[in-house]
Structure formats: C-alpha cells, structure tokens
C-alpha cells in the first residue's frame, strides 16, 4: 500500500527545512553581513553578489545540519530525553556549528567578523521557528503555507474525496469508561489516522468521536484513497493489544468515501482556516447511515472507484442505494 511518490515524513523535513532555512538567513543577513558592511563600506555589485552567496551557503548548511541533527537524536536517544532537553541540545548543536562557520569564513576573507551580534538574533528567531513548526502541526501540516500566500483567500470550486471514520459504539465505550479516560481513548485512537499523510490526505477536522479526512483530487494519487482509508484502518488494528490491555476494549471504525465537488476558501477573521463547503460532504456523511444498516465496516462511492488504478483487493458491489437529500441514486461498494 505504500505511495510511489514522497511520503509525507520527507515532505515534513523539506518544510521544516525551509522555515529554519528563512529564519538563519534573516539573521546572518542582519548581524553577521550587512550590519558590518553597510556601517563601514558601500557594497560593490560584486561584493553584495559574493555576501548573498556565503549568507545562502552558510544558512543552507546549518539548516540542513539542524535538520539532521534533530532526526538523528530523536532515533538515538527515543524517549530517554524530555522535548524541552532536545530543543535545549539542538539549539547549543546549531549555535557550535553557526560560530565554527564564522570562523571559517573569518579565516578565508580574513575579516573581524564578530559573532556576537549573531547570537542576539539567533535567541528570538529560533524560538519563533519553534513556533511556527508547533503552529503547523496545531492547524495541520502545510496549511500554514496555505494561510500565508490566502491560496483559499476567494472561494474556488475544487474536486475532493473526503473520508468519515465514525467510532463505533461511541456512546457505550463512553459510559464504560467515564469521561476522563474515554477523552484518553479518543485521543490516542486519533493519532493512528496520522498515517493518512503518507498518502498525500490530510486530516480536515475532528468533530466529536469523528476524523474528517481530505484528498485533492488527483491523477497521481488515484489509490491514496482507498489505501489512505486502509492504512487508517489496520494502524488501529495493530495496536489492538494495546488498547485492550490499558482500556479493556479497542477502537472500531466506520469509513465512508465519496468523491464530489467542493467550494474551498479560507473562513474566520482572527482564527483563521480552510473549510470545504458543498454537497460532497453531506454524502458522504450521509453514506455512513448503510454502514450500520449493511454492518460493514468500509464503504465508498462509485465516483472513488472510478478513480482507482490497479487494485490488488476485491471490490463488492453492495448496489445502487437513494442517498437522504440528493434526488439520484448512487452506487455503493466495499471492500472484501
């Protein structure tokens, strides 16, 4: 089931990169560069052309080393080191090797550049770089870049497949185990729908015991429906065990997918986010009602099966079914 384009793992670290990336050229730019050369000496076309390279050279290096830096400690040290600690321990990591680059460069134009202003601007734009990597994961990775350039600032008319993982006996596992560990349950039962992103979806909102998840519509990643939904499915079903030893039960999912038109715009003035409007939503909220009525766990419509290239698995037509609130019937299929 894995996608033959970038997973999503690798498309975190390029973003991640870029933020670090814009960040420490900002601050080399300011302090370490033009802070000395524009109060002593005008720039040459040639020397400003020569300190954008250096300043792009040096905070590419340290982007990137931060970059791994943070994939390789985390791998090493796992849950033996707090959050706080390995920010601590990356941020003495980067300003080592900011100050070892200096120097370098000291040494080949032989200049008394002085690091010290650096670390003033260092301080306050990594902390702002944590905080635009915490904003990105609070609204949902690459919407920030969304919000930043308004790409949803007008509403536009899109083609989306929209995924609902409703839990199963919701009501009764809630009752089971009071409201604070069953708060807990939903919790950690929606951390295993991150695995959607190594399929190109994105989880658009929790609404109670409910995911809501999106794709665009796309040629290249006509399977990363189907699979995105399957791979939801058996993350939950692989950590059963856990669930039953902490809990005594294990969450259970119904998924319904449609495919459908959509308007898209960003809504709110202070709080700010991309919302989907239209009638492909209402459908495929409205197809979980078979799920229960059939008892089967997984079902989408005949416009997702459309999109579907090559599939290894066996498609069940269930019929066509008269959806509450659209006049045409719509066919309806699982998975055996």
Same mark, same amino acid.
Request: charged letters at 25%.
């Given at each position: 089931?894995?996608?033959?384009?970038?997973?999503?793992? &690798?498309? /975190?670290? +390029?973003?991640?990169?870029?933020?670090? @990336?814009?960040?420490?050229?900002?601050?080399?730019?300011?302090?370490?560069?033009?802070?000395?050369?524009?109060?002593?000496?005008?720039?040459?076309?040639?020397?400003?052309?020569?300190?954008?390279?250096?300043?792009?050279?040096?905070?590419?290096?340290?982007?990137?080393?931060?970059? &791994?830096?943070?994939?390789?400690?985390?791998?090493?040290?796992?849950?033996?080191? &707090?959050?706080?600690?390995?920010? +601590? !321990?990356l941020y003495i990591l980067e300003v080592g090797l900011s100050?070892?680059?200096?120097?370098?460069?000291?040494?080949?134009?032989?200049?008394?550049?002085?690091?010290?202003? !650096?670390?003033?601007?260092?301080?306050?734009?990594?902390?702002?770089?944590?905080?635009?990597?915490?904003?990105?994961?609070?609204?949902?990775?690459?919407?920030?870049?969304?919000?930043?350039?308004?790409?949803?600032?007008?509403?536009?008319? /899109?083609?989306?497949?929209?995924?609902?993982?409703?839990?199963?006996?919701?009501?009764?596992?809630? /009752?089971?185990?009071?409201?604070?560990?069953?708060?807990?349950?939903?919790?950690?039962?929606?951390?295993?729908?991150?695995?959607?992103?190594?399929?190109?979806?994105?989880? @658009?909102?929790?609404?109670?015991?409910?995911?809501?998840?999106?794709?665009?519509?796309?040629?290249?990643?006509?399977?990363?429906?189907?699979?995105?939904?399957?791979?939801?499915?058996?993350?939950?079903?692989?950590?059963?065990?856990?669930f039953l030893n902490q809990y005594g039960i294990s969450p259970?999912?119904?998924?319904?997918?449609?495919?459908?038109?959509?308007?898209?715009?960003?809504?709110?003035?202070?709080?700010?986010?991309?919302?989907?409007?239209?009638?492909?939503?209402?459908?495929?909220?409205?197809?979980q009602e078979f799920n229960k009525a059939l008892g089967i766990?997984?079902? @989408?419509?005949?416009?997702?099966?459309?999109?579907?290239?090559?599939? /290894?698995?066996?498609?069940?037509?269930?019929?066509?079914?008269?959806?509450?609130?659209?006049?045409?019937?719509?066919?309806?299929?699982?998975?055996?």
């Amino acid at each position: 089931m894995k996608t033959d384009k970038l997973l999503f793992k &690798t498309r /975190e670290q +390029v973003y991640h990169f870029f933020y670090g @990336f814009i960040l420490w050229f900002l601050a080399f730019s300011h302090a370490l560069y033009l802070k000395d050369y524009f109060f002593h000496e005008i720039l040459s076309f040639s020397q400003l052309i020569r300190t954008v390279g250096e300043v792009l050279s040096i905070s590419f290096v340290i982007s990137f080393a931060n970059l &791994t830096f943070r994939s390789s400690l985390k791998s090493i040290l796992k849950d033996k080191i &707090t959050p706080t600690s390995l920010i +601590v !321990l990356l941020y003495i990591l980067e300003v080592g090797l900011s100050v070892l680059l200096i120097m370098i460069v000291d040494l080949i134009q032989q200049n008394e550049v002085q690091p010290i202003p !650096l670390f003033t601007y260092i301080i306050p734009l990594k902390i702002y770089e944590l905080y635009l990597l915490e904003v990105d994961n609070m609204i949902g990775p690459f919407h920030l870049k969304k919000l930043f350039h308004d790409k949803y600032l007008k509403p536009k008319m /899109e083609e989306r497949v929209f995924l609902f993982a409703d839990l199963v006996d919701s009501t009764k596992i809630a /009752e089971q185990l009071g409201p604070e560990k069953y708060s807990q349950f939903l919790k950690e039962s929606f951390e295993k729908f991150a695995v959607v992103y190594d399929y190109f979806g994105d989880i @658009f909102q929790y609404v109670g015991d409910e995911v809501v998840i999106t794709w665009k519509a796309s040629p290249k990643h006509k399977n990363c429906y189907i699979n995105g939904a399957l791979a939801c499915r058996n993350a939950l079903e692989q950590s059963k065990n856990d669930f039953l030893n902490q809990y005594g039960i294990s969450p259970q999912f119904r998924f319904s997918l449609h495919k459908g038109k959509v308007i898209s715009t960003t809504i709110g003035k202070y709080k700010k986010e991309v919302s989907f409007h239209g009638e492909a939503i209402n459908i495929t909220s409205r197809i979980q009602e078979f799920n229960k009525a059939l008892g089967i766990e997984m079902i @989408f419509s005949e416009t997702v099966l459309e999109s579907i290239q090559n599939m /290894e698995y066996k498609i069940e037509f269930l019929g066509t079914k008269k959806i509450r609130g659209i006049k045409e019937k719509l066919g309806l299929y699982t998975i055996n």
